[in-house]
């Protein structure tokens, strides 16, 4: 493959020296930092919209909720796509869609006013396009730094990590200012305009993956490929995305279910103190990417099991805080600080597990390699909400917590066994 970033110069040349420093991947950021922040601050702006309308939060959350299962089921299209197709035109096209989708929804709405149903079917393909295109991102990555080794990939992943996490925290904050000031079409309409411009991924230098197989074969056999390439060739890969998924499994039921519950339930206290805890340990996880990034050439597979054990350990304290008499302060002041540990240990964890995967994947089958791993990592997510909703509701807070603990702690020899295949 013909090198994209040979430079003529020596300014250039220097200025190249570092890959990320590149107007590909520049480009790249750009355009995903777009689409993202576009497609949350509508999800927020919807959410907002229903509830006033309906007055019932459930509504909105039954919406997302059932876009689960087609995401699940058609995620890994986009990995086929991304192994079959430039991934630049890829990702182009699903933000076009995107913005056709809100386009016809604004239509709707401005002939006959609020619709649920024209929000739900918006809100479910929206989902899966979105579902498709980050397979496809996390394929052209290993295409474009693949050569300059993993440290490279887990930098990129990290500036990725920071991208995801800001436009996951600024649409939370602005999108509550907008809509009190304008309502939900125009902020429809800055939606459409978000993702028209992330389209600047036009101007992506990335050539068409090599299929190896002259374009004979369906998608099907490219997702059987892929799964035998998994269970027979690197079984290795297909236990990390195992990990993985148990991974999302534990955080998403004990952090995304847990946490609330138990400062708003069980401790009791208003909005205003869980928002803060909240934006900490959201702010936490752009922390992690933060300092994976700086700390990028030292994380390697090796330190997996170290990340996994910091993991397991930020647990502990909420247990024996949930366990033992204490003030309710102390009780979210350690829920909070331990919580905040737990993002920085997993997005270390991901900094480390997701360049592995990529990089034990040759070139075609990256994108449908990661789709599956996606595609996992989001069928954890529902079961974990599940298990740890009903765990929360029949037993104390702190047992349920130590179950955790003990979970975490009981995959670090699994997790140690499949460092040393890496």
């Known amino acids: 493959m013909t090198n994209a970033y ?10 190249a020296a570092d890959p990320l420093r590149t107007r590909d991947f520049r480009l790249l950021v750009a355009g995903l930092g777009i689409s993202l922040f576009a497609n949350l601050m509508l999800r927020f702006a919807m959410s907002m919209w229903v509830l006033d309308k309906t007055g019932s939060a459930a509504a909105f959350a039954s919406i997302l909720t059932a876009s689960i299962l087609p995401t699940i089921l058609l995620s890994p299209l986009g990995g086929v796509m991304a192994d079959r197709t430039n991934r630049r035109t890829v990702m182009v096209a699903l933000d076009a869609l995107s913005a056709v989708t809100v386009l016809v929804c604004v239509a709707i709405f401005s002939a006959a006013g609020f619709n649920l149903a024209a929000i739900a079917v918006m809100q479910v393909v929206l989902a899966v396009l979105d579902a498709m295109e980050t397979p496809t991102v996390q394929a052209a990555l290993p295409q474009m730094f693949r050569s300059h080794g993993e440290d490279v990939m887990r930098r990129a992943m990290a500036v990725v990590n920071v991208v995801n996490q800001t436009s996951t925290l600024v649409p939370a904050v602005l999108g509550g200012v907008l809509y009190a000031a304008v309502g939900a079409m125009p902020m429809m309409g800055l939606t459409i305009v978000g993702f028209g411009a992330a389209v600047v991924e036009c101007f992506i230098r990335l050539g068409a993956p090599d299929r190896g197989d002259a ?9 059987r490929a892929a799964g035998r390439f998994l269970t027979r060739e690197r079984p290795h890969v297909l236990h990390l995305v195992l990990i993985c998924a148990a991974l999302n499994f534990l955080v998403t039921g004990y952090a995304e279910v847990g946490f609330p519950y138990m400062v708003r339930t069980v401790l009791g206290f208003g909005s205003t103190a869980y928002g803060l805890a909240y934006g900490l340990v ?15 050439r030292s ?14 350990l930020t647990i502990l304290p909420q247990a024996l805080v949930m366990t033992i008499p204490a003030g309710g302060v102390m009780r979210l002041a350690v829920l909070t600080a331990s919580t905040c540990g737990t993002m920085i240990a997993i997005t270390l ?15 075609n089958m990256t994108g449908k390699v990661m789709s599956l791993a996606l595609s996992a990592s989001m069928c954890a997510q529902p079961l974990g909400q599940i298990a740890y909703g009903w765990a929360y509701s029949v037993h104390p807070a702190g047992a349920v917590l130590a179950v955790t603990f003990a979970l975490a702690t009981a995959m670090l020899p699994p997790v140690a066994h499949v460092t040393r295949r890496f």
Request: with cysteine; aromatic share 4%; hydrophobic share 45%.
């Open 6 to 15: 040979e430079c003529t110069t020596q300014p250039q040349r220097s200025q």
């Open 215 to 223: 374009g004979r074969v369906t998608a099907v056999d490219d997702l």
């Open 282 to 296: 959201g702010a936490s996880g752009l922390l992690g990417a933060l300092v994976g990034g700086r700390v990028a």
């Open 299 to 312: 994380l390697s597979m090796r330190r997996f099991p170290m990340a996994i054990a910091a993991f397991s």
């Open 349 to 363: 964890a991901n900094l480390i597990a997701v360049p592995a995967i990529q990089m034990g994947c040759p070139e």
